[in-house]
């Protein structure tokens, strides 16, 4: 009976143990049955963005400040970039994928951006004419290029020659109208809850 009951409580113990150390949102998620917060509709409050994207300028000589941090690319490689964001899916409206002529693995991308979105852009492109930036989707560096200026003073749209991977480049399509309406709500959706 004593072994029996050792046994219990050390299988007890375990699974007590297990799920601390697992974190708080797997045991959340076992016990509401589900991911609440996964929902496709960006207007939810459980709606979390997926696929983020933002340009940062890189930093060639790190100093340690607070406005440097280092990312690491899919490689594991680690670069530093400036903290302040240049650009973001704040501002970015729509995207398509360009499959690169001659190398069908690699994708470039085009954005259409908002009046904003456009015209960090042009300060973008200006201030970094023939250096890098870093494009990071949610944390992660993933291609380093270098932008360019759009073709029509007017055009919403800019392309960018980063050459993703076929994955990336679909979810960061598929989650850009998304990501633009979560970020900017429709202010009448503000006093719907009262």
């Known amino acids: 009976m004593k072994k029996c009951l050792s046994s219990i409580t050390f299988l007890f113990a375990l699974l007590l143990l297990l799920g601390f150390t697992t974190g708080c949102e797997i045991l959340e998620e076992a016990l509401e049955g589900g991911n609440s917060w996964d929902t496709e509709n960006p207007n939810s409050d459980d709606y979390r963005p997926r696929f983020v994207v933002g340009v940062f300028s890189i930093v060639q000589y790190p100093r340690a400040t607070d406005l440097e941090r280092p990312v690491?690319?899919?490689?594991?490689?680690?670069?530093?970039?400036?903290?302040?964001?240049?650009?973001?899916?704040?501002?970015?409206?729509?995207?398509k994928i360009v499959v690169r002529p001659g190398n069908p693995e690699l994708c470039d991308l085009k954005f259409k951006l908002d009046r904003r979105g456009i015209a960090q852009w042009q300060i973008l492109a200006g201030n970094h004419r023939n250096e890098p930036v870093a494009l990071v989707i949610d944390g992660k560096l993933l291609a380093r290029f270098i932008p360019e200026v759009p073709d029509e003073e007017n055009s919403q749209w800019i392309f960018l020659r980063v050459g993703i991977d076929h994955f990336h480049a679909k979810n960061i399509v598929k989650y850009a109208k998304k990501n633009y309406v979560f970020y900017n709500p429709d202010s009448s959706n503000f006093f719907k809850s009262f």
């Open 72 to 95: 690491r690319d899919l490689d594991g490689r680690e670069i530093y970039i400036n903290a302040n964001q240049n650009f973001s899916s704040k501002n970015l409206r729509d995207a």
